[in-house]
C-alpha cells in the first residue's frame, strides 16, 4: 500500500512538473509575441475602396505602422473610425501574420445629387445621404424635389417620396444600360431627364426604365447621335412606345 501511494504521488508530481513546463513554455512564446520586432505592424492593405484614397482610409483609421500586431494595434478602433463615414457600407479589419493589417472595406456609391437651395446633396442607390456640398459633382443632378429632412448617414426624406424612390431605381439600370442622363427634371409623376442640354428623353421613371431594359431608348439616341441631332424631345409613353420631336417643351 505504501509503495502503490509513492507511484501515485510521484505520478503527481510528474504531471505537475509537465504542466508546469508547458505553462512556461507558452508563457514564454506569449512574451516573444509580444515583444518580437519580428510581430510589428510594417503594412496596411486597403481593400475595396473607390471615393477615398488608400491614405485619406489610413489617416482616417489613425493607423499607424510599428505597434505590434497582438497588441499595438486596436482593430476594434480602426474599424469605428472608419464606420462613422456615410461612405462605408461595411468595415473589416484582419491581422495578417506577421506584419500586416488589412482593411477590407464596402464602400456606397454616388448615385446622383438633389438640388438643395445653393449646394447639392449626394446620395447613393438607397437614397442615403453622403454629403453636402456647394460644387456640382460630376453624376446626375435631381431637380424639383422638396427635402424635408437630411441628415448625413441617413435615408433623405422628401415630400416626393415614390418619386425619388422610383428615380433612383431607373439610374440604377441606367448605369448597366450604356446610358448617362446629365439632369433630371422631377414634376408630378413625371421626369425630364436631359441626355444633353437640349436633348431631352420624357416620361415616368418607370417607362423609361422599361425602355433601357429592351434597349428602345439607346436606338433612338444612337441614331440621334449618329444624325448630329443634339436637340428634341424624346417621349416614352405608357406602353413604352419611344417617339422623337425636335421641340422642347
Known sequence: MKEERAIKRKKRRIKFVVKLGVFLLIAGAVVFLLKSPFFNVKNFRVEGNSYYTDEEILVMGNC???????????TGDIRSRLEKDAYMSSVKVKRVLPDTVKIQLEERKQTAAIVYGEKYVVVDGDGVVLRKTGVMPEITVLK????????????VETEEKVLLRQTLQMLSVMEKSNMYFKTIELSEGEIKAHILDNLICQGTPENIMKAMEKDSLQLVVQELFDRKIERGTIKISGDRTVSFTPKID
Open 64 to 74: 499607424k505602422t510599428g505597434g505590434n500586431i497582438f497588441i499595438g494595434i486596436d
Open 144 to 155: 424639383g424635389l422638396t427635402i424635408s429632412k437630411l441628415s448625413v448617414g441617413e435615408k
